[in-house]
């Protein structure tokens, strides 16, 4: 199996930490885009296995989690800045063209921003969790269910208080979240979780989310689109997800998992799959 290689490079004057897989072959480049709270770690065996079969794979440690790209502010984390680094990072690699995109959670949300600005792009899109941003905004609006489960968005808004609350009796809720993960990978998440610096920068993500007009229109997606949802998801609700399928007038596939939120870390054999057969399905 390919090697999954952890570096880093240099983007408008800041250092990301990234993971790589068959940067020497010659296939398309897929690109992989982690959410809250975790790192690109998340993508590394479906990086292999993708790899293995001639695509270019790059996963970055987006804006916020790599300890030499968190800029003062939460403004410097609305979604269109954190699309406009994914096209930075295709440039970066050589690519001027269109490549895959693979998202998870936050990394969704930012996938479905790229696809909204840049469809032209994306030969495919894969969301993992989360659906298309205009059914989860119009979810957390109406349906009863994703309020309750989307209401540590709303705490997110506030300053100082999620960053205390996340740190609070030695990161208890982040390892809660964690808990069934490998110890090696709850250790790398804590070499960057620990740091006040980062906790400020990954909340800004949620902060910029509804406090940061980016004039993005999210419009009917034409391109290939799979969504994978586990129907367990402890922070996504079925109305949105429902919804979502609205949005999707070209190739949409929709799988929906006996499954919960951490779907690469419990479900990765399956979801791996499910990924590879989309990417290859569209080439």
């Given at each position: ?34 959410g809250f709270p975790e790192c ?189 949802w586990g129907n367990q998801d ?50």
């Amino acid at each position: 199996m390919s090697k999954v290689v952890k570096t880093t490079v240099e983007m408008n004057g800041m250092t990301y930490t990234v993971r790589e897989a068959g940067m020497e072959n010659e296939g398309e480049l897929v690109i992989f885009l982690h959410g809250f709270p975790e790192c690109s770690l998340i993508w590394e065996k479906t990086m292999a296995k993708l790899s293995d079969l001639g695509y270019r794979c790059f996963a970055p440690d987006q804006r916020g989690y790599s300890e030499g790209a968190r800029p003062d502010g939460y403004q410097n984390y609305a979604v269109n800045i954190l699309a406009e680094d994914v096209i930075g990072f295709a440039e970066l690699l050589g690519e001027h063209g269109k490549f895959h995109l693979v998202g998870h959670d936050f990394g969704a949300v930012v996938g479905w921003t790229v696809v909204a600005m840049h469809q032209e792009r994306i030969i495919s899109w894969t969301a993992l969790s989360v659906p298309y941003w205009p059914a989860y905004y119009w979810a957390i609006q109406n349906d009863p269910e994703q309020q309750k489960k989307g209401a540590y968005v709303k705490h997110f808004q506030e300053p100082k208080v999620p960053e205390q609350m996340l740190a609070a009796n030695d990161y208890a809720i982040l390892k809660r979240l964690w808990e069934g993960f490998d110890e090696k990978v709850i250790q790398e998440y804590m070499q960057i979780f620990d740091k006040a610096d980062a906790l400020t920068a990954v909340v800004n993500w949620y902060r910029a989310l509804f406090m940061v007009d980016t004039g993005v229109q999210y419009q009917n997606v034409t391109i290939p689109v799979m969504f994978i949802w586990g129907n367990q998801d402890l922070a996504i609700g079925r109305a949105g997800v429902e919804k979502s399928h609205t949005y999707m007038k070209g190739d949409y596939q929709f799988c929906e998992l006996d499954a919960g939120h951490w779907l690469t870390e419990f479900n990765e054999s399956e979801v791996s799959k499910l990924i590879i057969t989309e990417i290859i399905g569209h080439r």
